[in-house]
T-cell receptor, first 112, second 113 residues
Framework: GENVEQHPSTLSVQEGDSAVIKCTYS??????FPWYKQELGKRPQLIID?????GEKKDQRIAVTLNKTAKHFSLHITETQPEDSAVYFC???????????FGKGTRLSVIA | EAQVTQNPRYLITVTGKKLTVTCSQN?????MSWYRQDPGLGLRQIYY???????DKGDVPEGYKVSRKEKRNFPLILESPSPNQTSLYFC????????????FGQGTRLTVV
């Protein structure tokens, strides 16, 4: 089955700097890669996703890149703000076929 | 308002006393699933359901049961809870499996003593 590795487990950045979180997956058939953000005491919520027919997707300060050959994808947050502090989870799946497999999460702290 | 509702939010129980955590969604989603979240281990899937009367084991199903008698409800049953089932539990639903956004419930923090 699918296995998703996520790094780093914790990340601290200064406000205004960029943050990058990386994930690798094992199943080359996976084609759906969402990212979820979980603020302290809250439920996970989808922030961005990418499908294997595109290499990059952006939404304001957030971008996700996908390298299918290397089987890794990354979340990029630019101009970080204190409200970006949260745990971020990547996931991978075969769209419409298999359940999401989540990485172990990255705790991002943005220091003002 | 589109939502996934779990109850209870907090529960403290004793070893061996059967309990049920309810989950209900109002979005007519086909797919529902249960996760447990433990520090350093992320979100691990317990069980999932592709549709009514169709359920499958996830990665950590031992000690849990589920049922899907109606599309909107997907209860999680712990027949004989043990301390290692102390965790934060999330129910989630989506239109289809791994195709669109998964909506999570508020979470249930369970403590088994």
């Amino acid at each position: 089955g699918e296995n998703v590795e996520q790094h780093p487990s914790t990340l601290s950045v200064q406000e205004g700097d960029s943050a990058v979180i990386k994930c690798t997956y094992s199943d080359s058939a996976s084609n759906y890669f969402p990212w979820y953000k979980q603020e302290l005491g809250k439920r996970p919520q989808l922030i961005i996703d990418i499908r294997s027919n595109v290499g990059e997707k952006k939404d304001q300060r957030i971008a996700v890149t996908l390298n299918k050959t290397a089987k890794h994808f990354s979340l990029h947050i630019t101009e970080t703000q204190p409200e970006d502090s949260a745990v971020y989870f990547c996931a991978a799946a075969i769209s419409g076929n298999t359940p999401l497999v989540f990485g172990k999460g990255t705790r991002l702290s943005v220091i003002a | 308002e589109a939502q996934v509702t779990q109850n209870p939010r907090y529960l403290i129980t004793v070893t061996g006393k059967k309990l049920t955590v309810t989950c209900s969604q109002n979005m007519n989603h086909e797919y529902m699933s249960w996760y447990r979240q433990d520090p350093g281990l992320g979100l691990r899937q317990i069980y999932y359901s592709m549709n009514v009367e169709v359920t499958d084991k996830g990665d950590v199903p031992e000690g849990y049961k589920v049922s899907r008698k109606e599309k909107r409800n997907f209860p999680l049953i712990l027949e004989s809870p043990s301390p290692n089932q102390t965790s934060l539990y999330f129910c989630a639903s989506s239109l289809e499996v791994s195709y669109t956004e998964a909506f999570f419930g508020q979470g249930t923090r369970l403590t088994v003593v």
